[in-house]
């Protein structure tokens, strides 16, 4: 197996799906804060990475893979779970894809935003979410003897689902409350061997919308791109 190693920052954002799958699958890895990896502040470093921008995935201390979309799905090919049939793979990826439309501004609003900037964007937030997960309920009532999207076992897409609803889950936590189908979804990831695991033991995301912190070895630090 590769020696990976996943660089990002103090954040609960786009490293979020990889570690769900490589998790699932048993996959060593390690993750690293920017600035641990390359051993400098990220503004001064930053043109030196491709696109200027994180996450990286570098594999045995040579190629960096950047952009999130292309780690996960590497890391999918990797590891099985992409589907072998060319027609289920694209599926997959359409969903895939659709959860990643979730990012703007939701992950920026639950890692940073606080304040009347965060009750401002909350508001119209919720119900911009409303068509997407009924879209998913939708999609889930297509398989009703099976808990993920396309079957009995998840691929890469069910990880990007989950992280996205699971953090807007921070703005209402009744918001599935009209979604039964997405709510057993996301309790049949959260049941995950591996990834169970995982959830209990990343970092504590708290003060959404008042002081955003990750709790990081039992410390709260400030979320974001510096090492403070």
């Avoid at 009995?152 to 609803?165: A, K, L, N, S």
């Avoid at 049949?188 to 695991?197: P, T």
């Avoid at 995982?198 to 002081?211: A, E, F, K, W």
Wanted: charged share 20%; aromatic share 12%.
């Amino acid at each position: 197996m590769a020696d990976l190693r996943l660089v990002y920052f103090k954040m609960r954002a786009l490293a979020e799906a990889p570690q769900l799958l490589l998790h699932y699958t048993g996959t060593p890895y390690s993750y690293e804060m920017a600035w641990d990896y390359f051993g400098q502040p990220w503004s001064e470093v930053k043109t030196s990475v491709p696109y200027r921008q994180l996450p990286m995935l570098v594999v045995d201390d040579n190629t960096r893979i950047c952009q999130s979309g292309a780690i996960t799905r590497f890391l999918a090919q990797l590891t099985g779970m992409q589907p072998q049939d060319p027609l289920l793979r694209a599926e997959v990826d359409a969903l895939y894809e659709t959860s990643q439309e979730m990012f703007m501004p939701l992950n920026p609003t639950i890692n940073f935003a606080v304040g009347e900037k965060f009750e401002s964007v909350k508001s119209d937030l919720l119900e911009q979410l409303q068509p997407r997960l009924a879209d998913f309920e939708r999609l889930l009532g297509a398989t009703p003897d099976s808990p993920f999207f396309f079957g009995e076992t998840p691929f890469y897409c069910d990880f990007g689902v989950f992280h996205h609803v699971n953090l807007a889950l921070f703005l209402d936590e009744g918001l599935l409350d009209p979604f039964p189908n997405l709510g057993a979804f996301m309790a049949a990831v959260e049941g995950l061997s591996g990834v169970s695991e995982y959830l209990s033991s990343r970092p504590d995301l708290i003060g959404v919308g008042t002081q955003p912190q990750l709790v990081i070895d039992g410390v709260a630090r400030p979320t974001g791109v510096v090492n403070e």
